[in-house]
């Protein structure tokens, strides 16, 4: 069973920067790709960003080049570099990996693995 530790949230204002990190607990190859999701107080889980190990990396439209994700294939880490962060950006975030190939990385559902999360809060 792999787990996976996200790290890096926390109290900032808005316009800063922040730098999530997650770290899974074993290297395993049969991730095939890991993302980012995360939930305000009342409100959905949310699809933030992932990334494929085979290259391909995806953002959610709310992200508008604020966001970048990078990772490393072989140690399972992923990161998520955000900038410009305002309140609405105010959430859990969390980390998961993914074990089949073709399912679709923006939904919740194709991630078989999840961290905990970490609260990142934006105050103006």
């Known amino acids: 069973q792999v787990q996976l530790v996200e790290s890096g949230g926390g109290l900032v204002q808005a316009g800063d920067s922040l730098k999530l990190s997650c770290a899974a607990s074993?290297?395993?190859?049969?991730?095939?790709?890991m993302g980012w999701f995360r939930q305000a107080p009342g409100k959905e889980r949310e699809f933030v960003g992932a990334?494929?190990?085979?290259?391909?990396?995806y953002y959610a439209d709310f992200v508008k080049g604020r966001f970048t994700i990078s990772g490393d294939s072989v140690q399972n880490t992923l990161c998520l570099r955000m900038n410009s962060l305002n309140t609405e950006d105010t959430a859990v975030y969390c980390c998961?990996?993914?074990?089949?190939?073709?399912?679709?990385?923006?939904?919740?559902?194709?991630?078989?693995?999840w961290g905990q999360g970490t609260q990142v809060t934006v105050s103006s």
């Open positions: 990334i494929r190990w085979s290259g391909r990396i």
């Open positions: 998961a990996a993914r074990t089949r190939p073709g399912t679709n990385p923006s939904v919740a559902e194709s991630y078989d693995y």
């Open positions: 074993e290297r395993t190859f049969s991730i095939y790709g």
